[in-house]
């Protein structure tokens, strides 16, 4: 079936340091692809999604690319804060079918 | 604002009890699925509903009941049988419309105890 891996964490980055959190996929098509973070506490958020190859999705300074010939959709940011500590899970799914989530990232940032 | 409400925030349960979760959206969402997370782990889903009257079982759904009356509600019970049900709860739903695929849409959860 479909799956999502993700780099095991925690992942410890001083501020201002570059982020890269790995996502690799398994999946019979092509399916949309999502970021989502977890603060403490808190449901998960939408971060960023991208729905076919070669897009590119951004926000709050997080980007990541859809790589179809690697089955790929790593998250990256220039320069990470103290508050962008949370948990970041990376997500598939197909139109009219169930999300596939990753086991999630902790990325704690130290000041 | 639309969004995803559940509660309690936190509910405590005792030995044999059932207890029900809240979960209702104002988003007009088709879909709407319940998760379990513990302690330092990833989402497992429990149940999940594509239209009313209708759900299905998610990969852990022992213990679990659910009911989908209304559109915009999807309350979980945790029955007795569930000898472990101390976890974070999440509720979600999503648009399942034609076009490009939507997100999930999440609550801020509920935690659950034994006491």
């Known amino acids: 079936g479909d799956s999502v891996t993700q780099m095991e964490g925690p992942v410890t980055l001083s501020e201002e340091a570059f982020l890269t959190i790995n996502c690799t996929y398994t999946?019979?098509?092509?399916?949309?692809l999502f970021w989502y973070v977890q603060y403490p506490g808190e449901g998960l958020q939408l971060l960023l999604k991208a729905t076919k190859a070669d897009d590119k999705g951004s926000n709050k300074g997080f980007e990541a690319t859809y790589r179809k010939e690697t089955t790929s959709f790593h998250l990256e940011k220039g320069s990470v804060q103290v508050s962008d500590s949370a948990v970041y899970f990376c997500?598939?799914?197909?139109?009219?079918?169930?999300?596939?989530f990753g086991p999630g990232t902790r990325l704690s940032v130290l000041p | 604002d639309g969004g995803i409400t559940q509660s309690p925030k936190y509910l405590f349960r005792k030995e044999g009890q059932n207890v029900t979760l809240s979960c209702e959206q104002n988003l007009n969402h088709d879909a709407m699925y319940w998760y379990r997370q513990d302690p330092g782990q990833g989402l497992r889903l429990i149940y999940y509903s594509q239209i009313v009257n209708d759900f299905q079982k998610g990969d852990i759904a022992e213990g679990y009941s659910v009911s989908r009356e209304k559109k915009e509600s999807f309350p979980l019970t945790v029955t007795s049988a569930q000898k472990n049900p101390t976890a974070f709860y999440l509720c979600?739903?999503?648009?399942?419309?034609?076009?490009?695929?939507?997100?999930?849409?999440f609550g801020d959860g509920t935690r659950l105890s034994i006491l």
């Open positions: 999946a019979t098509g092509y399916p949309s």
């Open positions: 997500a598939l799914n197909y139109y009219g079918q169930n999300f596939v």
């Open positions: 979600a739903s999503h648009f399942t419309g034609t076009g490009s695929n939507q997100p999930q849409h």
